[in-house]
């Protein structure tokens, strides 16, 4: 991993805030700087969307496994040091973590490396949202991003496994009422909801939200994966396309601001929604690995380069148990938690191993590690 000295991190307080006059930032062996990072807050979740978690559901970990709050607050001070600026909260369900408000609030006051505010995101369910969104928001909350796959309520639970369509539609309106900013995010499935994107689009635009829409992801070893289910994102947006009566156009973006995340932004042309936009995620078809610039950590603190693959590094254990030889960073272990995240960026891969016939994927369900 190439190491590159940067200033001194300042405003983080005294307890989170990086001392050290040298923190590198984060880049892998192939010269990709990671600048986001994905931390999942629970492996539990009041849903069960059929992509996400086997019917039978999966095994929960101890909850002396699980990462403490002010265990998170430490680690995600440590990225920031180290020149990430965007945490996104992930679950699981993060609403179901009990004091959550207070880590957001506990993250907005962080400071990247360059002393720019640390943006704390989050993604969730919605169906706890209608009663936190003005507390998250509150607490510094930069932006929320609500899954929704269908606004009709068979299909709603049909694909989630509960009926609380109700519940996140709900959540949608409370957060627009608060004036936290809005993403919706939509796993598109052929045969399924297929002929709802442009009316999810609607939805979304309506609450000032930007619809986003994924493809299908072979996890779980794919035996969630159906092969004929998969849109692709060319057919996502040629649909959106023809619904709406309008040109897609990529959008054109500031080559000074970084890219967050995986999504490719559209503008709709013409008929009564110009200039709206809209997000593809597209891991299946257009593969954005040669960009990627994320990691991600799961409940228990394992570390992962990779979406799509099951190898991680102990983050938990550097966290709880650091080594008492002196290393590189700075606060409680972070000696212990940069070797750590350097040994899993020399080894983060070039590009993911799924395959549209559904082999390829990781162990992992989505469920225990957020997306």
Request: aromatic fraction near 4%; hydrophobic fraction near 40%.
């Amino acid at each position: 991993m190439r190491l590159v000295q940067v200033r001194r991190v300042v405003g983080a307080g005294p307890e989170l805030s990086a001392q050290a006059s040298a923190s590198p930032v984060l880049v892998d062996r192939l010269e990709r700087r990671v600048r986001y990072l994905r931390v999942s807050l629970t492996d539990r979740c009041s849903m069960r969307c059929t992509y996400c978690m086997p019917p039978e559901g999966i095994e929960h970990v101890e909850r002396s496994e699980v990462l403490s709050l002010e265990e998170v607050a430490r680690m995600v001070a440590a990225f920031a040091a180290w020149g990430v600026e965007r945490v996104r909260l992930t679950g699981g369900e993060p609403t179901l973590r009990r004091g959550l408000t207070w880590l957001v609030e506990r993250l907005a006051a962080l400071r990247t490396d360059t002393g720019a505010p640390l943006r704390v995101v989050m993604t969730s369910n919605g169906e706890l949202i209608a009663r936190l969104a003005g507390p998250l928001k509150a607490a510094g909350l930069h932006t929320l991003t609500i899954s929704l796959d269908s606004l009709d309520r068979e299909r709603f639970a049909s694909i989630t496994r509960r009926d609380r369509l109700e519940q996140v539609i709900a959540g949608f309106k409370a957060a627009h009422a608060v004036g936290l900013p809005l993403k919706l995010n939509t796993v598109a499935v052929r045969g399924f909801n297929d002929d709802e994107l442009g009316a999810l689009c609607r939805f979304a635009w309506a609450h000032d939200a930007t619809p986003r829409f994924i493809e299908l992801m072979p996890m779980a070893a794919g035996r969630l994966f159906v092969p004929g289910e998969l849109m692709p994102a060319a057919a996502i947006r040629e649909r959106i396309g023809a619904e709406l009566g309008a040109v897609v156009e990529p959008e054109s973006m500031d080559p000074t601001q970084g890219a967050f995340g995986p999504a490719q932004y559209f503008v709709l042309r013409g008929g009564a929604h110009d200039g709206r936009r809209f997000g593809t995620i597209a891991a299946m078809t257009e593969n954005f690995c040669g960009s990627c610039n994320r990691l991600r950590v799961s409940a228990t603190g394992q570390l992962h380069a990779c979406l799509a693959r099951d190898d991680a590094g102990d983050l938990r254990s550097a966290l709880r148990h650091p080594s008492q030889e002196s290393g590189q960073g700075s606060g409680q272990g972070s000696g212990a938690l940069e070797r750590v995240v350097r040994a899993a960026l020399g080894h983060k891969r070039d590009s993911h191993g799924f395959e549209q016939t559904g082999s390829g994927g990781p162990q992992k369900a989505m469920i225990s590690i957020g997306g």
